[in-house]
């Protein structure tokens, strides 16, 4: 008997021509509408699927999976995977996969747009224009901060960090950063960046940008004490995610004259934005477009097939994806045994 294709569902309209490839191995659902879906939705999608292509709009946990026994796999079309909950998926023997590398040099892009826009003032200017409030060119309207020569804080000095550092020498910007631990002085001295602690960062920072990945312990990392700590001369960016800063403290500090300005790409609630933020002028706000050119984002589509195929056992990375974000937790339910009623067939090779 001829083997059944696996079902696959791509949850939100991404590029048909890449979609596609998924179709010489599978059976595949796609959507024409950007769609929000409840978690009885996804419950509702997953259970009859061997796999998913999805986006940071889905939150897919123990309960989204709890009636898919056939699910073997789920692709984040995106670096960060906060949407997943990784143990959760990889103790249901469900790989988990993610689209690193490919989108760093244009979300490092995005994030200077921001911390120039930010210490420019630009879309404030843009908007006194609009307004039709320029009535007399006047010397001293609208003056910001300079980036050149000046210092530019980076929490999280991972891959998109250190392409931000990067551009930053060529502005001639000192670099501080601060991870978990400080990397290789080869590396430090190749970015011309040096480590210091958190409080350094925050009190010794001209500009100073969010890029580390979000979890539970990195809620709120920017609360109040923590902007408290900064120059009120200074500058906040954020193309990280919305929940490590606290907006409502953020708001107040703006409003107050307590810290500059701030460049926001991600928010707690998004695509929902605090009327506070909306409110101020001194906040530069994008929807999220960090990864947003073209072909960045047709690079993240190719890499989140390639990762679905090869999870699903097809393609030359059959059974090895290429970004695999939950390794320990399969491991550890493989090492566990199957699960009663498992009907999954792919075991991923490391
Ligand atoms: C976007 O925020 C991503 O994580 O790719």
């Not at 008997?1 to 490839?21: G, H, K, Y």
């Not at 101020?280 to 050119?293: Q, R």
Request: proline content about 4%.
């Amino acid at each position: 008997m001829a083997e059944s294709r696996p079902r696959v569902w791509v949850s939100q309209p991404l590029f048909d021509d890449i979609v596609d490839q998924l179709r010489a191995h599978c059976d595949v659902e796609t959507t024409q509408a950007v769609t929000r879906y409840t978690s009885t939705d996804l419950a509702e999608k997953l259970a009859s699927l061997e796999g998913a292509l999805v986006t940071l709009n889905e939150r897919i946990g123990a309960a989204e999976i709890a009636r898919a026994p056939r699910l073997r796999a789920v692709a984040n079309v995106g670096v960060g995977y906060n949407n997943l909950d990784t143990a959760a998926l990889g103790a249901a023997g469900i790989a988990a996969t993610n689209t690193p590398d490919v989108l760093t040099e244009t979300t490092a892009d995005l994030g200077f747009a921001l911390l120039m826009a930010t210490a420019r003032r630009i879309t404030e200017a843009e908007a006194f224009l609009r307004a039709g409030q320029w009535n007399t060119w006047s010397f001293t309207n609208l003056l910001g901060a300079d980036l050149h020569g000046s210092t530019l804080g980076i929490l999280g000095l991972g891959r998109i960090g250190q392409a931000i550092a990067r551009r930053a020498r060529g502005f001639g910007m000192r670099v501080l950063y601060h991870n978990r631990s400080p990397l290789d002085a080869k590396v430090e001295a190749e970015l011309g960046a040096s480590y210091v602690s958190f409080d350094d960062l925050l009190s010794g920072s001209d500009h100073l940008v969010l890029v580390v990945p979000y979890t539970p312990a990195a809620h709120h990392l920017i609360d109040a004490g923590a902007l408290a700590k900064m120059k009120p001369t200074a500058t906040l960016v954020n193309i990280a995610r919305g929940g490590l800063v606290d907006e409502v403290a953020l708001a107040d500090a703006l409003a107050n004259g307590r810290l500059a300005g701030a460049g926001l790409d991600v928010f707690e609630g998004e695509p929902t934005v605090r009327p506070e933020l909306l409110a101020l002028k001194n906040v530069v706000l994008t929807p999220h477009i960090g990864s947003a050119s073209l072909a960045t984002r047709r690079a993240m589509v190719q890499l989140a097939v390639d990762n679905l195929l090869a999870a699903l056992g097809f393609g030359p990375d059959a059974g090895r994806p290429p970004c695999l974000v939950n390794a320990d937790a399969l491991d550890a339910a493989n090492a566990g045994g199957a699960t009663a009623g498992d009907t999954k067939t792919t075991t991923i090779k490391r």
